[in-house]
């Protein structure tokens, strides 16, 4: 039982590179979600899925896209990436919606130069 | 505005002193507030669900209360490997998401 998966871990990118991050979930969760971390700052909902096939815009949608592709994969699509989307991002599952707590993935910590 | 503030940023404790980390909140209605542990290059992980005022949660050397403005997480006579960032969250009426404080390092020396 491996939880809440994320890949890459590390990712560099120059300015306007495009790239997926990945994720996927082993618990049977309905909801997803795609957050971003940076110092001092708490956690911010960029995307999430409250049950296969449905996507939402969190707090800070813009420059990214989502695909919940299935029931256990969520992924995370930076178009053209900037460097104020240097961050570590977590993706996240639970069994619906708020009220219910999370389980992270280790994040990926992406740098774009 | 829903707002979450969590307090001391840091925290620096010898190992057995025992202390207190706050969050307060300002929210339209309390649905759930959550604690979240985090070590370095990990992600948060869950501690506890607290949903009423006066409810209180224990797990080992951790309890977690919660009042109608605040909640505190106290920590009993802390080892090392206590030493994590705590994270605090509120699930409110007026949100689907979750409003995240921004934590607090916890340092235990031995």
């Known amino acids: 039982n491996a939880g809440v998966t994320q890949t890459p871990k590390f990712q560099v990118l120059k300015t306007g590179q495009s790239m997926t991050l990945q994720c996927a979930q082993d618990?049977?969760?309905?909801?997803m979600y795609w957050y971003r971390q940076d110092p001092g700052m708490g956690l911010r909902l960029i995307y999430y899925?409250?049950?296969?096939?449905?996507?939402d815009k969190g707090e800070v949608p813009n420059g990214y896209n989502v695909s919940r592709l299935n029931k256990r994969e969520f992924s995370l699509r930076l178009e053209s990436a900037a460097p104020s989307q240097t961050s570590v991002y977590f993706c996240?599952?639970?069994?619906?919606?708020?009220?219910?707590?999370?389980?992270f993935g280790p994040g990926t910590r992406l740098t774009v130069t | 505005e829903d707002q979450v503030t969590q307090s001391p940023e840091a925290l620096r404790l010898q190992e057995g002193e025992s202390s207190s980390l706050n969050c307060s909140y300002t929210?339209?209605?309390?649905?759930?507030l959550f604690w979240y542990r985090q070590d370095p290059g990990k992600g948060p992980e869950f501690l506890f669900t607290?949903?009423?005022?006066?409810e209180e949660k224990e797990k080992e050397r951790l309890k977690a209360t919660l009042t109608k403005k605040e909640s505190f997480l106290h920590i009993t006579a802390p080892k090392p490997e206590d030493s994590a960032t705590y994270l605090c969250?509120?699930?409110?009426?007026?949100?689907?998401?979750?409003?995240w404080g921004a934590g607090t390092k916890l340092i235990i020396k031995p």
């Open positions: 618990m049977n969760h309905n909801s």
């Open positions: 996240a599952s639970n069994q619906q919606g708020a009220s219910y707590e999370q389980y």
């Open positions: 929210v339209s209605g309390l649905r759930g």
């Open positions: 969250a509120v699930h409110a009426d007026s949100n689907y998401q979750l409003i």
């Open positions: 899925s409250a049950s296969e096939g449905t996507t």
């Open positions: 607290l949903y009423s005022a006066g």
